[in-house]
């Protein structure tokens, strides 16, 4: 029997979503875990598979439309069913194909930005002398200048998520040219694109018989301020926002601080190089040292549910990504199974995908444990913020060459300076303080790590 296939929940508190593109096409036999479409979250691409099989018969939504949660997106024919099962299943569930061709339209156009022509001016009341000094008013623009992203009679093609962001952050996507299907407009088009400066307020009319008062203009800011632009935030900011303040106000967060020698590392590392097929960084090191050490101490490698602790077997690590629009945390899978290469071309893919705005809903949910490392910004040490629900993250430092005493003896040695978060709920002062040595005998004699 016929049946629709219906916006999924991609995110919690989310009531609707951008069907960004279909990967499969009418008349296409799916099956199940079959991915059928991507769609567009704050942060992600989410990829949303079919949870039965059969052949589709309509795709009731085009892409870059908006969809609220539970609304029919398409219909799933199954074996022997033709085109009359489709309308009786639309039909059968008071769906009215009208109203979404009309929703559909609606969400798609955007009425261009096109200026009115000026009305004919009125016959001036004034001398001719006085008219010929009247400045000529400055030709409008031509809207077609700019060449948009347009589909028939002018209309302007992007996804909610696009137009959403241009809003925010104030800019004309009539001067944008969309890549995506069909000359859409999609997030990458406008990413890096700066945002609109404010526009400064509109001066106060000023009467002709008051001549004096042109030199009475208000100042804009106080003396001696400084300038500046209030940029709105986007989604991803917002979201951010949202969750590190949410984790700094319930989340009872403690520090631990430790010091590792890593000449060791350093010198192991250009061995590995010399016959890797992949340049290995001492974060892929630290990774896989964070790995070995939740396998030594299995009780940091847990998460607090409100109600109860669930404590896991294998190993899943998020990693912090800078993007253009964000911090975003992508999750390495089994990295206690992978060898280094591996895990260094892992994190390699996720952290291209993660900045090109390509990364998906899923490959940001999971893991116990989170690494940030700002190392190669020359950073010596700092603190960061856990990711819930994870139960840790460790903040990872520039490793660099420092004084420190040996056998009694003033030496300099390559130290790394590392800082673990901690959630108190899951993770007891000293099962941190356990953790973290396993860690520090991990990274200090990293032969360890490749056994």
Request: aromatic fraction near 4%; include cysteine.
């Amino acid at each position: 029997m016929a049946e629709l296939i219906r916006m999924p929940v991609v995110l919690a508190g989310v009531e609707e979503a951008a069907l960004q593109n279909w990967l499969v096409d009418e008349g296409e036999t799916v099956t199940v875990g079959q991915p059928l479409a991507e769609i567009e979250t704050e942060k992600a691409m989410v990829e949303f598979t079919a949870e039965v099989e059969g052949t589709i018969g309509r795709l009731l939504v085009k892409p870059g439309v908006s969809v609220s949660v539970g609304e029919p997106i398409a219909v799933l024919l199954g074996a022997g069913e033709g085109a009359d099962a489709i309308d009786a299943a639309l039909a059968a569930s008071g769906v009215s194909t009208e109203a979404l061709a009309a929703a559909e339209e609606v969400e798609q156009a955007v009425a261009p930005q096109t200026p009115a022509p000026p009305a004919a001016p009125a016959a001036p009341a004034v001398t001719a002398p006085a008219a010929a000094e009247a400045p000529a008013a400055a030709p409008a623009a031509s809207p077609a200048a700019a060449g948009p992203a347009s589909g028939e009679g002018g209309r302007l093609f992007a996804s909610p998520i696009v137009r959403k962001l241009a809003r925010e952050r104030g800019i004309d996507l009539s001067g944008v040219t969309g890549t995506g299907p069909g000359g859409r407009i999609v997030r990458r088009d406008i990413e890096g694109l700066p945002a609109a400066p404010a526009a400064p307020a509109a001066p106060a009319a000023q009467a002709p018989a008051a001549p004096a008062a042109a030199a009475a203009a208000p100042s804009v800011s106080a003396p001696g301020s400084a300038a500046y632009v209030d940029e709105p935030a986007s989604g991803m900011r917002k979201a951010i926002a949202r969750r590190l303040t949410e984790s700094k106000s319930t989340v009872p967060h403690f520090y631990l601080t430790a010091d590792c020698k890593v000449d060791a590392l350093l010198a192991l590392r250009q061995q590995v190089n010399a016959a890797a097929s992949r340049k290995i960084s001492v974060n892929d090191f630290v990774v896989k040292a964070v790995a070995a050490a939740l396998k030594d101490v299995p009780a940091a490698n847990a998460i607090w549910l409100g109600d109860s602790v669930r404590r896991f077997s294998g190993v899943d690590i998020a990693v912090a990504v800078a993007t253009d629009g964000g911090l975003l945390t992508p999750v390495v899978r089994g990295v206690d199974t992978l060898g280094l290469e591996a895990v260094s071309a892992t994190i390699a893919d996720l952290a291209e995908r993660a900045r090109a705005g390509r990364i998906k809903q899923d490959e940001l949910e999971g893991g116990s444990f989170a690494i940030s490392n700002l190392g190669m910004y020359g950073v010596k040490e700092f603190a960061a913020i856990i990711n819930p629900p994870q139960s840790g993250i460790l903040a990872v430092g520039a490793a660099g060459p420092r004084p420190v005493v040996e056998d009694g003896q003033l030496a300099v040695a390559n130290i790394m300076t590392v800082t673990l978060s901690a959630d108190h709920r899951v993770v007891d002062g000293a099962v941190g303080a356990e953790w973290l040595a396993a860690f520090v005998k991990r990274i200090e004699n990293p032969l360890s790590i490749l056994l």
